[in-house]
Structure formats: C-alpha cells, structure tokens
C-alpha cells in the first residue's frame, strides 16, 4: 500500500531526472570552459526539468512523512522546509548546479562507485578542482538551503537514484562530517522502512554499501582480547557500532567501532578519535580522579577480513538529544540544565587541557553514562577535532588563512559559519548555544527556524551582542555574563573555566536550585521507560560508541 500509493509519484520524479540528465548531456559541456569562466552555454530547459524533479522530491517526501512516525518537532520542522521548496525553485541558480553536473559527467569512475558517500565524494572533489573565483561565484549564488538537500538526497537514496549535483554540494560536506543526527537517523529509518517492503531485502543482510557487517557471536581477535559481537547497535556512512564483550571476561560489555579502508581519506575519522582517545588515556595516568567526562578508550586493531579498522571503548548511555527527546527527561527542570552546564564545560576544559579542539559540541554528542556512572555527562564524537597545538614547539598554532566548516549549523561558532580558524574560544561559544538550548528548547536557539548560513550568522552576531532579548525567556538572564565574557575571546585566548563554573554554581544557588551534588540530574533513574519514537533504534548515539542498555 505504502509504495503503490507513491509509485507514480517516484515515476514522476525519474522521468524528471533523466529528462535533465538528457538537457545536460546534450549541451556538450566541456571542463576546460567551466574552469576558464564560462558558464553561459547553459540551457534555459535545465531549469524546467530542474523544477518538475524537485517539485517531486517535494511530493514524494511528504508521502514518506504521512506514512512514517516522526517526532512532532521533526514532523514540524521538515513539513515547514518542504513548503519552502516550491518558493525555492524559482530562484534556483541553473549555472551553478549545471557546472558540478558537468563536472561530475567528466568523472570516468562514476558508474563504478560503491555507496552513495562515494558519489557524494566525487562531486565533492570536483567543486573542489574550481578555482576559488569560480568557488566563490557558486558559493554566493547558492540558494537551497542544507535541509531541502537533505531531504532530496534522502529520497534519491530510497528509489536507488544517481545523486545529481543539482544539490548544494559545497554544504553537504556537514551532513557528512557532522550531520545533524536526527536527520540522519531520519533517513536511516526511511531507508529502512523501503527496505522492509522490498521483495527479497531482509534487515539481516550481511553487507552495507558493500562492506561486511557482523552477526552476533562473530569475534575479532587482536592480541589477548577476543571481542564477541552481541548486536549490531547502529552504522554510519563509513562503519559500524557493535555492542561486544571480551570472552575472558562477558559481565561486562563494550562499544566496538568500525570504519572501512575504502573510504576517502577526508571523510574518514577513526584515526583522529583513537588519537583523542590515547591523549586522553595518558592524561588520566597522571590525574586518576580527572577526565571523568570521556569513555574508557579499551582497544584498537584491524581486521583484514572485514577491511576495517577498529576502536574498543566503553558503553554509555543515551545522548542529552535522546533523554528528552526518547526518553521525555525534562532536562529543564530545577538544578538540572546548570548541571549538564557545568558538567559539559568541564568535559571541555578537560578536552583542551590535552591540546583538542572539539568543533561540533551539541546536546547529540554528549551522553549520559550507565550503572554507577549514569549521573556523569560524557563527551562523545571526536571525529572533527583538530589539536590546536604546534608539533614542534607546542605552543598555540597560528591560525590559517581560510578553514572549510566543519559542524553543525545551529551549534556551530561565528568563525566556523564564516570559514575562520577556530579556537578554544569557538568551542566554549558552541557550548553556549547547546547550553541555551538545554534551558528552552522552544525559544533558547532564536536561529532555529533561519535558513541559510548568512543569516543564521548575523543572528549569532545578535545574540552574542546580547540583542536578542527573546533567547532569554526560558534562560536566566545572568547567563548574559558569560556570553559577554565569551565575546571577548580571541583566537588563542585561554577561556577561564573556574570562572565559568563557579558562576554557574551561583546561579544555581540564586535561582533557588542549590546544587549540593552535582550527580543528581533528572535523568538519573529516569530512563527505564523509552518513548516510541518509531526509529527501530537507529539512534545517533548508538553511532558514537553508546547504549540505553536494552
């Protein structure tokens, strides 16, 4: 019933799609004349074709949305970016979106690539091959925002469709690198839905995009461990997160992370969080009771059978994102937001004591633990981060000219939103926002219903000026202190944490929530009963190496 009622709809939009390819092929593009600036040999019939396939995207998404259970925020706000697309087209730049199809056209491995990742990669590339003139020309006539081509490469993933580089290419990187967890859960769960009423496709399938994916009892040897798989807990564009425990000792069991050698090597992030991981391990030799905030970093290897490399760590729980969004923890509520504030800065005062930079701090990537360490907020996610160090002299590095984003859009700092190197000062600032978001989810993050990154940069821009008065309706206005505090910051200053901490202790105290111990947030006992969130479990801090322990 599901697929026959949007059949002709997925008809529509392959029609669509060949019918541009056709326009774009027959136009006899040529690199060389893109490089060299020409782009006016581009045909008015792209737009026409360009329009009616996204108008189908448009169609079909909706469809999936009827059919499928979503969060009602979710629902809310991809129902409203979806009502943007039609608005969008009319304005959507054809030149530029016709240059990367001619460019990936150029490609002579694009039939042969294994995952829609790799395709991405490929496209990815060749903007890349642009000079910056020409990078910077497409850049500024970009119109659709990151969440329409979300929603587009979704549904291209689900009817087995080419990626077209009519999607805004240049941006996608963060879906990527970062993503915004809910949607990518979002589209795993759509995917598996299709899936699931495909004859002859089973859920249980040994491989994904052409890696092996393991069963439970299935074991990895390295050394004196023998990591026994008891379940596949979630799986990424690159690798997967396995629930194992050691066979000499099964009471206590561990997140076992993959990631497949065939990826490219700017998507690939297992190398930097086994490097975060060991600099940490060796901080805590010398400070036992410090570093609190991080999982136990337990092994690492490489399996030759699977084509893979592997990090062992231990099991947390679910991420700040998932308490209240799965599990209904009112984490809002008295003492607890001045916790998980306090606690998460001292994760990343902690994190930069060993030299990293963090770049993505979000309520996705931190997690609380399990058993006796439930009350403890964990940082997770350290894919993007970055040593703010020099090798040679471990001083402060100088910053660099011009730096790619790397984030997440409502979290991420003013330099990241505008290509400047980041500091310790851009981590603290991203978590300000997760911070504000934590106190009022509905109105904290006053960018939330923005789009496109210059405007959600000059609210930023706002905020930390301390203009926007509506931020602070759910959130105490002494948090004003810090912001101003933050904005002082500079590219290597040092951000005074105890400050920072201990003003949060007082605010605490002045709101009338003393806090005698910080090990007493809402969540703590409080996450027995999940909420059906319709995901299967395909959850965004499975993917980071954690649990809910079911």
């Given amino acids: 019933m599901y697929q026959d009622a949007l059949q002709p709809v997925a008809l529509r939009m392959k029609n669509a799609f060949n019918e541009m390819r056709t326009i774009c092929d027959s136009a006899n593009f040529d690199k060389r004349s893109i490089r060299a600036g020409s782009l006016d040999p581009f045909k008015d019939e792209i737009a026409s074709a360009e329009c009616a396939f996204y108008n189908n995207v448009a169609i079909f998404t909706q469809g999936m949305l009827s059919e499928i259970h979503v969060p009602l925020d979710i629902r809310i ?28 056209h150029d490609k002579k491995d694009l039939k042969k690539m294994g995952s829609e990742m790799d395709l ?22 970009k119109v659709m925002p990151l969440p329409v081509d979300i929603l587009t490469w979704v549904s291209l ?7 077209p580089p009519i999607i805004d290419y240049f941006n996608f990187g963060q879906l990527t690198n970062t993503t915004d967890h809910r949607l990518r859960s979002f589209k795993m769960t759509l995917r598996e839905k299709l899936e699931g009423s495909r004859p002859g496709k089973s859920k249980e399938q040994k491989t994904k995009k052409g890696r092996k994916i393991m069963s439970p009892d299935d074991v990895i040897k390295n050394g004196p461990f023998s990591w026994k798989v008891v379940t596949l807990l979630g799986s990424g564009g690159f690798g997967d997160v396995y629930k194992v425990f050691d066979e000499r000792n099964k009471a206590k069991q561990y997140a076992l992370k993959t990631e497949s050698e065939d990826g490219k090597k700017v998507m690939l992030r297992l190398k930097v969080e086994v490097q975060v991981m060991m ?64 606690q998460s800065l001292e994760a990343v005062r902690d994190l930069h004591a060993v030299g990293y930079l963090h770049r993505d701090i979000k309520p996705a990537n931190f997690a609380v633990g399990l058993g006796p360490t439930e009350p403890t907020v964990f940082m997770l996610d350290f894919g993007i981060c970055r040593s703010f160090l020099d090798p040679a002299t471990k001083q402060h590095r100088a910053p660099r000219k011009s730096v790619k984003f790397l984030g997440t859009l409502r979290y991420a700092s003013r330099a ?51 203009k926007t008065k509506e931020a602070y309706r759910g959130v105490p206005r002494n948090m004003k202190t810090i912001v101003s505090y933050v904005d002082t910051l500079r590219f290597q200053s040092a951000p005074d944490y105890p400050f920072m901490i201990n003003f949060l202790f ?25 909420k059906d969130s319709g995901r299967n479990g395909t959850r965004s801090d499975k993917l980071s190496g954690s649990s809910d322990g079911d």
């Avoid at 959507?92 to 240059?99: G, L, M, Q, Y």
């Avoid at 991405?120 to 006539?141: G, H, R, S």
């Fill in 120 to 141: 991405m990669e490929t496209f990815f590339t060749a903007f890349e091959d642009l000079n910056t003139d020409q990078q910077t020309l497409m850049i500024q006539k």
């Fill in 279 to 342: 600099a940490i391990s060796k901080a805590r030799k010398t400070n036992p009771q410090g570093y609190k905030h991080f999982v136990e970093f337990v092994d690492r290897g490489k399996s030759e059978d699977l084509g893979c490399k592997f990090v062992v760590m231990s099991l947390v729980g679910p991420s700040l994102d998932d308490c209240r969004r799965k599990y209904g923890v009112c984490l809002n509520d008295r003492s607890t937001p001045y916790i998980i504030a306090i």
């Fill in 416 to 466: 990241c939103m505008k290509n400047i190197d980041q500091g310790r000062k851009d981590d603290v600032e991203c978590w300000i926002y997760m911070v504000f978001d934590i106190f009022d989810p509905e109105d904290g993050i006053v960018w939330k219903s923005v789009s496109g990154r210059e405007k959600i940069t000059r609210v930023k821009d706002e905020f930390m000026a301390r």
């Fill in 506 to 530: 007082t605010m605490s105290s002045q709101a009338g929530f003393p806090i005698n111990n910080i090990n007493t947030g809402a969540w703590v006992g409080n996450l027995k009963n999940k």
């Fill in 157 to 163: 993933v689900l009817l087995n469709l080419p990626i």
């Fill in 77 to 104: 706000e991809l129902n409203n970016q979806l009502n943007q697309i039609k608005k969008l087209l009319q304005n959507t730049n054809v030149k530029s979106h016709a240059a990367l199809l001619a460019l990936a």
